[in-house]
């Protein structure tokens, strides 16, 4: 079993930027991919970014490509989300999601453990 508990939202005007982290226990997870989803109200929750085990290729949504970075820090067991030049659009909850697999994808239903996940509020 994986526990992942995220921090790091908040409230954020416009063009700033905020770092999200997300703390494992339970299993070492630098084998396994990791992703970022988010889910703004009333809407599906969507794929924001992952990170694939063991070598660490990334991959985005075209919505944050070029804003938003993914790393991890294998000896801390930690995945981190640096945001920036946020937009209202981005506000949202954010989960970070464990994947028992190495590869990553971009669908939900494909990542096995979440996050209780962290609220982003961007203001304009």
């Known amino acids: 079993q994986v526990q992942l508990v995220e921090s790091g939202g908040g409230l954020v005007q416009a063009g700033g930027s905020l770092r999200l982290s997300c703390v494992a226990s339970?299993?070492?997870?630098?084998?396994?991919?990791m992703g970022w989803f988010r889910q703004a109200p009333g809407k599906e929750r969507e794929f924001v970014a992952a990170i694939r085990g063991n070598v660490g290729n990334t991959y985005y949504a075209d919505s944050v490509k070029g804003r938003f970075t993914i790393s991890r820090d294998n000896a801390k067991n930690t995945v981190y989300l640096q945001m920036s030049s946020l937009k209202p659009e981005d506000t949202a909850v954010y989960y970070c999601?464990?994947?028992?697999?190495?590869?990553?994808?971009?669908?939900?239903?494909?990542?096995?453990?979440w996050g209780q996940g962290t609220q982003v509020t961007v203001s304009s």
């Open positions: 339970g299993r070492t997870l630098s084998p396994y991919a």
């Open positions: 999601a464990a994947r028992v697999e190495t590869y990553y994808r971009t669908i939900f239903g494909e990542y096995d453990f």
